[in-house]
């Protein structure tokens, strides 16, 4: 008798312990869930003399810091409304306090950067042809039933002719956007243009160096360059967050594509006539547009602090997929938004062997962020994330720089 107690009592703490998780279905073991938690860097907030000095050449950064004294930067983390593979988990985010670049790096931001072959030579172990963006990248035009198929132009145009200069870099893989920051570092410590930064900076007692930002970097400049200042004025529902919130089922065109449609700017094209899975966002008017705007074309208002921080080319970051992405054919998210070990695994439902699968493997993948012109519209949430290898190289994907500032006197520890 007593024994029958003592087994109805643990069977139902066992029902209870399986209750407050979220019951896995099938489908769900081909899910990956995404934490963007990691330490933060122990940079300092710059002085303010120092940003606001048109001399200094900062004012093409935004700052991203709370007021003076305050070492972190910390927010909540939004819903993600729908995910393709990987689940972005609701979590406080924090970070250190860094300068963002308003822009996408260009592609005549990077010509500086390969001009500069002995220093790359000499400090990065490259050549500058290794460090050349891709431009194989650019697909042909498929063939049709009016004719064969046709060289895609931006192969020979969009990298080599100055006429692009100003528009965002592609066909970079992170491996070649972090040797790009290295760079930027000796040329903001080091080079002639930025004497007065050097300058400032020195009476200050900070050095400055440039990144590629973290997620939550990323995510910390999507919050106060658009969903804080959405929250103060006007055009709060213009905001990619609420969008997506009201469209979830729609599919359609990108953020960027959109404001300009709304705002009744001069039509604007994207992605051929299909996505990667068949979704049409074409724009009729406009068929010769095949690729990135232009990185300095500040978007639609209310929001213009930030140029294509959501859509145009989507962003590599520093964020290894190692201690970040998480398969859950062995863990689950439970209803306290805690991964546990999921229980219920059913090793022979789907096979991941081929994919993120070691701690080699996922140190050499990175995340991506921002969505761009020739993805499907769910990767513009800005909770959204994908994971690409550190040498991989498209024609959708490019990256824009952070600043941090430390003390001379760690660096020099270095």
């Known amino acids: 008798m007593r024994k029958s107690i003592l087994t109805g009592i643990l069977s139902l703490l066992v029902f209870t312990a399986l209750g407050a998780q979220k019951t896995p279905h099938p489908e769900y073991l081909m899910r990956y869930y995404f934490t963007a938690v990691e330490g933060a860097k122990q940079s300092l907030v710059p002085p303010i003399s120092l940003l606001k000095s048109k001399q200094n050449k900062l004012n093409n950064y935004f700052p991203c810091f709370q007021p003076e004294g305050l070492r972190f930067n910390q927010f909540p983390s939004q819903a ?16 250190g306090p860094f300068l963002a670049h308003r822009t996408e790096t260009t592609n005549g931001e990077y010509k500086d950067f390969l001009r500069d072959s002995q220093w790359i030579k000499e400090n990065l172990g490259f050549t500058v042809s290794q460090l050349k963006p891709d431009t194989t990248v650019w697909a042909p035009f498929a063939a049709n039933a009016e004719r064969s198929a046709v060289t895609n132009p931006y192969t020979w145009l969009y990298f080599q002719a100055n006429t692009y200069d100003q528009y965002p870099v592609v066909g970079v893989s992170q491996l070649q956007a972090t040797a790009y920051c290295q760079w930027l570092t000796h040329e903001l410590n080091t080079s002639p243009e930025y004497a007065s930064l050097q300058a400032a900076m020195r009476k200050a007692g900070l050095t400055v160096i440039a990144e590629l930002p973290t997620t939550a970097e990323w995510m910390c400049l999507y919050e106060m360059s658009i969903q804080q200042p959405s929250q103060i004025g006007v055009g709060k529902d213009e905001i990619a967050g609420s969008y997506f919130r009201n469209n979830q089922k729609m599919g359609g065109g990108l953020f960027t594509f959109i404001q300009h449609q709304e705002s009744k700017n001069i039509p604007v094209a994207y992605a051929g006539t299909k996505t990667a899975r068949g ?3 074409q724009n009729e008017l406009s068929e010769t547009l095949l690729k990135p705007l232009p990185a300095r074309q500040i978007p639609a208002k209310p929001y213009p602090s930030v140029s294509h921080l959501v859509g145009n080319v989507a962003e590599w970051t520093s964020t290894s997929a190692y201690g970040h992405l998480f398969n859950n054919k062995t863990t689950i998210l439970n209803t306290n938004g805690q991964l546990i070990e999921n229980a219920y695994q059913q090793m022979t439902v789907f096979d991941f062997s081929g994919y ?9 993948h990175y995340a991506v962020k921002g969505g761009a012109w020739s993805q499907d519209f769910y990767y513009l949430d800005p909770m959204a994330v994908f994971f690409m290898q550190s040498n991989h190289r498209n024609n959708h994907v490019g990256f824009r720089t952070v600043l941090h500032f430390y003390p001379i006197r760690e660096n020099s520890k270095d």
């Open 279 to 281: 979704l049409n966002i």
């Open 356 to 364: 993120l699968v070691d701690a080699e493997t996922l140190k050499q």
């Open 80 to 95: 993600q409304t729908g995910y393709d593979t990987i689940f972005a988990i609701e979590e406080m985010i924090s970070c």
